[in-house]
Structures are given as C-alpha cells and as structure tokens.
C-alpha cells in the first residue's frame, strides 16, 4: 500500500507514532532524520486529504444551496 493510499486515519496513526519516537528523545541522529522526513510525508497526506474533504464539503453546501467557507480549526 502506497502512502498515498494511506486512510487519513491510518495515516495520523503513523504520524502519532512517529511523533511518540521523536519525543522519546534516544534516537540516533540518523533515524530521527528519516523519522522527520516519513512525519512530515505523513503530515502532508493528512492535510492534502482534509482540504480535499473541506472542497467537497462545500461542493456539497453549494449544491443544496446553502453554501458557507468553512475553515478546519487546527490545534495550538
């Protein structure tokens, strides 16, 4: 399975996990250099797939004509 085809859930799972690593703190500057790289992969499939969500949601609205831009909260 390609990371593409990744779910967003299966692919914030990854993402977590690789977070969870990191913030071990022992491990060798090598591996946490791929870790970042696959995270921030990771990060990107999750947000191409929430904007695409997010367009079709106002696809949808439009259509029933109630159409409101809405933004996805992101935490702090």
Do not use: H, W
Not at 23 to 51: F, H, R, W
């Amino acid at each position: 399975m390609s990371k593409e085809e990744l779910s967003f859930e299966e692919a914030m799972s990854k993402l977590e996990e690789i977070v969870q690593k990191l913030e071990e703190g022992d491990v060798p500057l090598e591996k946490a250099i791929t870790y970042y790289q696959e995270g921030m992969n990771l990060s990107k499939i999750c947000n191409d797939k929430l904007n695409n969500v997010q367009e079709k949601m106002a696809q949808i609205m439009n259509e029933q004509g109630e159409f409101e831009l809405f933004e996805v909260q992101e935490e702090d």
